[in-house]
């Protein structure tokens, strides 16, 4: 079996609250897709992987309260 294929540079994931989503989607390269559901995206992996990390790090609050 082999792995999915995904676009270099994309990451989609889905969040445990619509708030959280927002909140998320402030970051550069991240889109909200559906309510829960978020595309992160940038030209390269790295840039994917930085929009990830921000808008985890601006997320947490979020997530922490709920």
């Known amino acids: 079996m082999s ?3 995904l676009e270099p540079g994309v990451l989609e994931v889905f969040v445990r609250t619509a708030d ?12 909200r897709t559906g ?5 992160i995206h940038g030209p390269d992996k790295l ?7 921000a808008a985890i790090l601006l997320t947490r609050a979020v997530a922490e309260a709920v």
């Open 3 to 5: 792995p999915p294929a």
């Open 20 to 31: 959280i989503a927002e909140a998320a989607s402030w970051v550069r390269g991240v889109d």
């Open 35 to 39: 309510p829960r559901q978020l595309r």
């Open 47 to 53: 840039a994917t992987y930085r929009s990830f990390c």
